[in-house]
């Protein structure tokens, strides 16, 4: 059952809201190459991005264990609530990514199968396999395999992800009975469709700032999907402190709903 709006809901949606606006609004407002600078590897955005993903992880692995959801799938029912669990290990992958498992860090080089890494990282999300068009040293677009790559590229997998659990989940809750009970069965944390909103309004933001830039902004160095992803990872982050409050104050209803023990003797 998706909770209520109150006041500290609105809070959450503003800060969001200004943050992202904020963010994009910095295509606007910094000098070029100011911008580049805190658009590339290791730089201000992608750190964010990677401590806003560890921390989602951790906020989510939390109500994994502290929620007494289960889930109710065809054959078993689990003892947790797995969506929690799967998204704490989403959420940590992907951070690990941002930052390539640390390879900058421990100063070691990607080698074996990440020998061929477009980035020369120990990342998945950038070998050549699962990047569908890239552009090569002289600036040119390297368009790497078929029809398949393209439509399962990475940006999509990405919109499919948030679109399905923060947009069609709730969406179709809210207005199919057969769908708002089947979602109910599986216990799938629903999300409010504000966070759904947001999420839309940050891609959008994406290919407007990409429309303000001149030219091709990869090629000038800024690297302005480093916003989008921040974003994600913030508005991820957001959501499941928010679910974090929402479960605090359950249990905090439930107690002051529960009969009071009475320790006192009746009189005979």
């Given at each position: 059952m998706m909770p209520k709006s109150n006041p500290l809901t609105f809070r959450f949606i503003l800060v969001s809201l200004g943050w992202i606006i904020g963010a994009y609004a910095t295509v606007l407002?910094?000098?070029?190459?100011?911008?580049?600078?805190i658009t590339q590897e290791d730089s201000f955005f992608e750190n964010l991005t990677f401590l806003a993903f560890f921390a989602a992880a951790g906020v989510f692995m939390y109500l994994y264990f502290a929620r007494p959801e289960r889930n109710n799938f065809l054959f078993f029912t689990t003892r947790k609530n797995l969506f929690y669990l799967l998204a704490a290990i989403l959420f940590f992958f992907c951070g690990g990514e941002e930052i390539s498992w640390g390879?900058?860090?421990?100063?070691?080089t990607a080698t074996g199968m990440f020998a061929d890494n477009l980035q020369q990282e120990t990342t998945l999300h950038n070998q050549p396999a699962f990047v569908y068009e890239y552009y090569d040293q002289n600036g040119r677009v390297v368009q790497n395999g078929g029809l398949l790559l393209r439509v399962f590229r990475q940006e999509n997998l990405i919109n499919l992800f948030c679109y399905s659990w923060c947009l069609l989940v709730p969406l179709s809750s809210l207005l199919v009975a057969r769908l708002r009970r089947f979602w109910a069965v599986l216990n799938v944390p629903l999300m409010p469709l504000w966070m759904g909103g947001l999420l839309v309004l940050n891609n959008a933001l994406l290919h407007v700032g990409r429309l303000?830039?001149?030219g091709n902004s990869e090629l000038t160095g800024i690297k302005i999907v480093e916003i989008k992803e921040c974003g994600i990872a913030l508005l991820f982050l957001s959501i499941g402190v928010w679910f974090w409050l929402q479960n605090r104050r359950q249990i905090a209803a439930a107690t002051l709903l529960a009969p009071e023990n009475d320790a006192s003797v009746p009189v005979a």
């Open positions: 407002v910094l000098p070029t190459q100011l911008l580049v600078r390879q900058r860090v421990f100063n070691t303000l830039l001149p």
